[in-house]
């Protein structure tokens, strides 16, 4: 089945530890992105990438960092920066980086105790 | 990217056709509406787009005035597995620039389903 994956499903972080979300794409799609979703909010994007060994910043990147090594995967580290980083983190493909019809994985939920 | 406006919560009875209204007023003449949905605790997923005819898919059907100034998002025989947050996005068809998946997901309208 074509598709993505996210993983782990559920992570749990002590402060001032940087923790990394898995994503990866079997579907061939050029562009990814990470989006962050707060509990009741809407999504707001963190990273995209429109090809590989590229990427550019989002909306709130203060406190991520991404890699894009493979075209199949966008790894999003968390760092210790990120002031509130408990959140459901959700990424995102499509074929092209200017369409609006994006495929999304399961998302992770990372609570920071 | 216009806005838009959908009511926060809507009820449906299992069996009947859900109808989701979205209203679009500033709607340019580039711009499409695309209709995305969201189950609790999941990623979004993409339900239909158009343009300003009416649209079908597997999954629903896009009602667009004519004005283009509003849709109606049709479910035509609801099951309580559509249950979700549904999402009116209006946007430049493959808007590319410095606009990458920037799609702006709004409150959008809860939809309970009931037995």
């Known amino acids: 089945d074509g598709g993505i994956t996210q993983s782990p499903k559920y992570l749990f972080r002590k402060e001032g530890q940087n923790v990394t979300l898995s994503c990866e794409q079997n579907l061939n799609h050029d562009a990814m992105y990470w989006y962050r979703q707060d509990p009741g909010q809407g999504l707001r994007l963190i990273y995209y990438?429109?090809?590989?060994?590229?990427?550019q910043k989002g909306d709130i990147a203060e406190g991520y960092s991404v890699s894009r090594e493979k075209k199949e995967s966008f790894p999003l580290t968390v760092t210790s920066a990120q002031k509130n980083p408990t959140a459901f983190y959700l990424c995102?493909?499509?074929?092209?980086?200017?369409?609006?019809?994006?495929?999304f994985g399961a998302g992770s939920r990372l609570t920071v105790l | 990217d216009a806005k838009t406006t959908q009511p926060p919560s809507m009820d449906c009875a299992e069996g009947r056709a859900a109808n989701l209204p979205c209203n679009h007023s500033?709607?340019?003449?580039?711009?499409?509406v695309y209709w995305y949905r969201q189950i609790h605790s999941q990623g979004p997923q993409y339900i239909i787009h158009g343009l300003k005819n009416n649209e079908t898919n597997e999954m629903a059907s896009l009602i667009i005035t004519e004005d283009r100034k509003s849709s109606t998002l049709i479910l035509p025989h609801a099951t309580l597995r559509d249950t979700a947050v549904y999402y009116c996005?209006?946007?430049?068809?493959?808007?590319?620039?410095?606009?990458?998946?920037?799609?702006?997901f709004g409150q959008g309208t809860i939809l309970t389903v009931h037995p």
């Open positions: 990438s429109q090809i590989v060994n590229d990427f």
């Open positions: 995102a493909t499509s074929w092209s980086s200017g369409a609006n019809v994006l495929t």
């Open positions: 500033t709607i340019s003449g580039n711009e499409y």
């Open positions: 996005i209006v946007r430049v068809g493959n808007a590319g620039g410095t606009s990458y998946g920037k799609l702006t």
